[in-house]
């Protein structure tokens, strides 16, 4: 390994650690994580394409955002949450589950198949995967502190392929040296600023990458 190489895999690290000291849900050192933000395509309850029937509504249920294509779908969908927030944690997970960066339980650090199938949880609209389900009281004990492990693995990826000649997917701008980092739906997206994150949050459908499959 020539020694410019030495170092960046010396510093990588130390960016990465500087990318994730914060608390889920909120931003700092170029760090903005976001779990609740609704990031599918399509109403829960009409599943029309959001945005067919204008604007979309927009509901805070269950501490978790929830888009719909019309006013008339929010009362269908608080008159039966339960199986509605089954369709929606269904959809997350195949949004998302090939994006999850994670190959060990993040609860008890052991490879996620060693109990048998993994146990894929959704918290608020973000997916997250555990050895057993016992874990899950132990992550909704503190889930800041291990969702920064995922934020930790997606960031240094990201960075991994960064080049300060990229530019941003919103502004078009030069990313530079110290982009913004938006984890959402558990894809990091590398940012010319904070404003160009508010944009993706507000329509994540048009910069999320596809899974393969689709």
Same mark, same amino acid.
């Given at each position: $390994?020539?020694?410019?190489?030495?170092?960046?895999?010396?510093?990588?690290?130390?960016?990465?650690? +500087?990318?994730? $000291?914060? &608390?889920?849900?909120?931003?700092?050192?170029?760090?903005? %994580?976001?779990? %609740?933000?609704?990031? +599918?395509?399509?109403?829960? @309850? %009409?599943?029309?394409?959001?945005?067919?029937?204008?604007?979309?509504?927009? =509901?805070?249920?269950?501490?978790? =955002? @929830?888009?719909?294509?019309?006013?008339?779908?929010?009362?269908?969908?608080?008159?039966?949450? /339960?199986?509605?927030? &089954?369709?929606?944690?269904?959809?997350?997970? =195949?949004?998302?589950?090939?994006?999850?960066?994670?190959?060990?339980?993040? @609860? $008890?650090?052991?490879?996620?198949?060693? $109990?048998?199938?993994?146990?894929?949880?959704?918290?608020?609209?973000?997916?997250?995967?555990?050895?057993?389900?016992?874990?899950?009281?132990?992550?909704?004990?503190?889930?800041?502190?291990?969702?920064?492990?995922?934020?930790?693995? +997606?960031? =240094?990826? /990201?960075?991994?392929?960064?080049?300060?000649?990229?530019?941003?997917?919103?502004?078009?701008?030069?990313?530079?040296?110290?982009?913004? /980092?938006?984890?959402?739906?558990?894809? &990091?997206? +590398?940012?010319?600023?904070?404003?160009? &994150?508010?944009?993706?949050?507000?329509?994540?459908?048009?910069?999320?990458?596809?899974?393969?499959?689709?």
């Amino acid at each position: $390994m020539n020694t410019t190489n030495t170092f960046f895999a010396f510093l990588l690290p130390s960016l990465v650690v +500087l990318f994730c $000291m914060t &608390a889920t849900g909120g931003s700092h050192d170029g760090l903005i %994580s976001d779990n %609740s933000t609704y990031t +599918l395509p399509a109403c829960p @309850v %009409s599943g029309q394409p959001l945005g067919a029937m204008g604007a979309p509504v927009i =509901e805070i249920i269950d501490d978790r =955002e @929830v888009r719909f294509c019309c006013a008339g779908c929010v009362g269908k969908y608080r008159a039966n949450t /339960a199986d509605y927030e &089954a369709k929606v944690n269904a959809a997350v997970i =195949e949004q998302q589950k090939e994006a999850y960066p994670l190959d060990r339980c993040l @609860v $008890m650090d052991i490879a996620l198949k060693d $109990m048998g199938n993994p146990i894929e949880y959704v918290y608020r609209n973000r997916l997250v995967r555990f050895c057993c389900a016992s874990c899950i009281d132990s992550f909704e004990s503190d889930p800041a502190a291990y969702l920064e492990k995922v934020d930790a693995a +997606l960031v =240094e990826n /990201a960075l991994a392929d960064h080049s300060p000649e990229d530019v941003c997917v919103v502004s078009g701008e030069p990313l530079g040296k110290k982009p913004v /980092a938006l984890v959402i739906a558990n894809q &990091a997206i +590398l940012l010319h600023s904070a404003a160009c &994150a508010d944009a993706v949050r507000a329509h994540p459908t048009k910069y999320l990458a596809k899974p393969s499959h689709e």
